[in-house]
């Protein structure tokens, strides 16, 4: 079997497909990784990297004969890393964190390993199972209701990003409301918040909705009710039909907290849908003393959030949950004879092809259940405490200090300040920071005013890191 | 960096965070797969398994505590491994192949060691420009239209799956639909043969459109482009808006190749956006030889390929190619200010964010070079052919046979047949070759009649394991 006559060359070149071959290069790799990850203290979180520099660097065209392993590594050090913002880096602040691990990095591994698909619960049984499994374990540690197991009317399904999730629930609610209504998507309308994330808009102008209201946000940036109602009735007498609301548990601007249950009573009365996006938030409910954060859950029909955010977790992977999983997989299904399969037809197994837009899939779950297993439950709580509390203490800290001006309360383990001297100074101070090389942020806009925000919880950033990045905000502001 | 006291259990549990550990672990997982893809072929090619055999080995309740890794290691053998359908085994005939190989399984690997994110060019430079460099190499190596190239007015971007890039294609031609007509989605056709995949049909109705035509096919089942052209001049006549046609380059379920000149003729005189679904074939165009087979691309606005099925490359890693990459863009932008950036406004540089519609973005792109590299240009060729070659073999072999008849053209690896005793046969055939354990094949459907799909080029598949199957179809048949 390990014989490759058909793409040996001739001239002596690698083959391959030689096993011996990729035992050598992959152990060569997991310690390039492991170097990777222990220097990086050594580089700037940011390289310095203008347009063009990184294809400069690459050959016109493909190679026509096989090149060593050897070469790709030289060019993981010479082309790639310094063509990288390392998002794994411990001074990493900006956005959110994209959290991983060793056991997410050989989950990973593992799932390209064995290169099954599990697009029908046939088409490899434990790729749905263990999916299945480790969501429900979820809706325990995560305190969500429990009709949204697998084992319930509900059901959770990986996707790869929120934006993918949230565009399934608008999709789905998008033919739920045709159905009830017969209105056309064009005449229907979606609600945000202000400061909901990008993927709410994009995801309703790609599943064809016509209208997208941003609602008014209370002085703490949440979704003001009065103001989502008010909407409604305004778009209700226009003649249009309101189909969808989204709460966010922690938006991305400042991780402000939607009240999930009051718009879960607006989104009942006019029978719309209501989408949970805790994308970046719904890791820390896996802590009890969070949850207080999404009390009216029981309303929602889905929810969304991602473990590679806050959950030792590398990307893909977006947890989607959905209160009934009737509508989902009516909207999505789809049967051609090359996918028939006895299995499914007994209704006694999920197909998670019918959950979300791709058909094919590969073995995600199985580094989350890595994940899950490696750290423990008790592994994940500590280490979203720690930085929820190293988070509070930088914010505690920026309140005290009069050059300094907190913009947002502080729920998770984002803090959103600016220099009390004003919009350039607040810049530039976001601009030094950048530019020491040991500490990332996110320079981002409230009101059109600039604010900075300090995203802390990288899994190697530890409370020296966030010392350091103080001291640089006290330097420096 | 390496101290990880947060997480460290007081009782003496492995720590997750742990490098040497890591090393270690990684070392005995790439061991692991190495020896698993060895031994592939002392298993049958699907496990036996019913619903509920996998979860019924997994314990109710997430762990608390850390566990080793050796434990995960011990559960891939005992849990996930009787689990599955082995994708890579040197017997699998079913479906298309989902090729993987040492190189793209490294890297795999080495994304998911870095880290990190690509959703703006200036989050990581190299994601987007290793990319970008790699799909116009791509643009030589299979000689489509040179305006593709991201160099030019056009452009390549890894999506998930060819769903996901169909659903895209369909959403851009909506709104230039929209735009062009004032016509609302739900009076929009979509054109598309009886054999095309169902994702056409699931993008469709995803995407909202009111109607999908599903056109009928010549005796090799190719679309007809007078019933194509039929059915448009119907649906005008009816009011309808002629929105979007799929023409395929080799059909899921025969592999056939639908005249892409003819329906781009006919999609330019409509003002219909032309789709090209090659999924599978695209991967040949490598070899000049199966280029005729896409005569006309100069007329197609969008294009796609998996490097997952015959290129060597785990899933996921679906091209999508667009020949103008403007109103891509225009449907997918959105610009929230936490994502508002210096390169991306001065126009120098590719957010890919804006060309799918998930934000985040893995360095896919990493397994790709890898795979182009690790064969060569060369290697990759000599695959194809291989696989192509041993397809026709087969399908000669059957055709001289009278028990059996071949049912459809093997223009790329895909053998189509059925056995001549009538459907019972077919179908008693198909389970005896799948009940075998050595080989395994899809049993799917034409005008309602069964028939046996063999699907030949998984990696580790040599030529002595299609005579095998030969062997076992001549025994059984």
Redesign the interface.
Known sequence: ???AD??R?SSG??D????????R???Q??????A???G??SRPVRES?E?????AK?PE???????P?E??LAD?DD??????????H?GWFA?FP?M???????G???A??????GML???????T??E???LD??V??TGVPQAWKTTGPGGGVLQ?????ST?TAL?VA?DQTRDRTRA???EMVVYASSQA???I???A????YGHVRLIAVDPVFALDPLALEAAVNDDLAAGLTPAFVCAAVGT??TTAVDPVRTTGEIARRHGMWLHVDAAYAGAAMICPEFRHHQDGLELADSYTFNA?KWM?T???CSIFWVADRKPLIE??S???????DS?SE?G??IDYRDWH??????FRA?KL??V????????LR??IR?SASQARELAEWLDADPRFEVVAPTPFALVSFRHAAGDDATRALAEAINASGSSYV?P???DNRPFI?VSIGS??T?EHHVTRLRDLIDRVG
């Open positions: 079997m390990n014989d058909t793409v060359d070149a690698p391959p497909l030689d096993l011996d071959d990729f035992r290069n992959g152990h790799l997991i310690d390039w990784i492991a990777y990850l222990e990086l203290e990297v347009p063009g520099d990184v294809r690459l065209a493909a190679p026509e004969s096989p090149e392993f070469a790709m993981l082309i790639v890393v310094p063509g990288l913002a390392h998002w794994q411990p956005y994209a991983s691990s060793p056991a997410a990095i050989l990973e591994l593992a390209a390993g064995l290169g099954v698909q619960w046939s088409t490899s049984p434990a790729v199972e263990v299945s499994h480790v374990w979820l325990d540690l790869m990003s929120a934006s993918d565009h999709v998008r056309p998507a064009e994330h990008s993927s808009e994009k995801g102008r790609v599943a064809g991305t601007g590679h030792a590398n990307f893909d909207t999505l789809i049967l051609p004879p090359y996918l028939r299995a007994t006694a197994v837009v791709p058909l094919g899939r590969r199985l259940w890595f899950l297993r490696s750290f423990g439950a008790q592994g500590s280490m720690t996110t981002s806009e409230l925000r899994t190697w530890r």
